[in-house]
């Protein structure tokens, strides 16, 4: 059974890899239960739990981003890859899973954490210049973009309180193929599957939006640029 091995809660911090100045990247383990509700619109609110601070509103947070979630099993295999311990919570994750393919899951999928709470799988994470600041590794974007391996951000369609231990459930699939990886690869490095993305009703619209303006005029992606998302 797919549990939440760790919840993780973020505060802001100071920082020279952000273009304000602060983030709110470094997300750790709390061993208690944490109210999950629905933030408000993009660019005035942020995560959707309670005690979690998303600093750059611009580009994070909001209904699409309410919580981030990643793969232990992923994270495991990006220590085994740099050589070193990476700790739950280290790639600003809300939520640290075990046996649940997070990557695989598709667009639009629901799961239920815990007794109540219903989350929906709405985006891929796209790599930032904080990101690629804050793990301090050479040619970080290109590196995490070629893997594939994004983790997924969550839409809340129930509140309730989470914690650390809970199962989590795969409780509807959508009838379509367009995973979190596939959305990935078409904002990235695959433009030829932009197409795909029109066609699921989960998607998020500015999502949509870009894979429109992209399937009229794609341009040339350069990975090697760790500015790009930021």
């Not at 989350?119 to 290109?142: D, N, Q, Y």
Request: glycine residues 10%; aromatic residues 6%.
């Amino acid at each position: 059974m797919p549990v939440l091995a760790s919840l993780n809660l973020g505060r802001a911090r100071p920082t020279a890899h952000s273009d304000i100045s602060v983030t709110g990247i470094d997300k750790r383990p709390v061993d208690h239960a944490v109210r999950v509700t629905a933030p408000g619109p993009k660019g005035i609110d942020g995560s959707g739990l309670a005690g979690d601070s998303v600093v750059d509103l611009r580009h994070h947070g909001g209904p699409d981003q309410a919580i981030y979630a990643y793969a232990r099993e992923d994270l495991d295999h990006w220590s085994a890859e740099l050589g070193r311990d990476l700790d739950s919570g280290v790639f600003g994750e809300n939520m640290t899973t075990v046996g649940l393919d997070v990557n695989g899951a598709l667009i639009g999928e629901r799961w239920r954490v815990g007794d109540d709470v219903v989350l929906e799988v709405s985006v891929p994470r796209i790599p930032c210049r904080t990101f690629a600041g804050w793990m301090g590794e050479a040619r970080w974007i290109k590196r995490f973009t070629i893997a594939a391996r994004p983790g997924a951000y969550l839409r809340v369609i129930t509140p309730g309180t989470i914690r650390t231990g809970d199962e989590i459930t795969v409780i509807a699939r959508p009838d379509h193929d367009v995973t979190v990886e596939m959305t990935f690869r078409a904002l990235t490095i695959e433009p030829e599957l932009l197409p795909k993305l029109l066609t699921v009703d989960a998607m998020p619209d500015d999502v949509k939006d870009v894979a429109m303006r992209r399937t009229t005029f794609i341009p040339d992606v350069d990975i090697e640029d760790d500015t790009v998302g930021a």
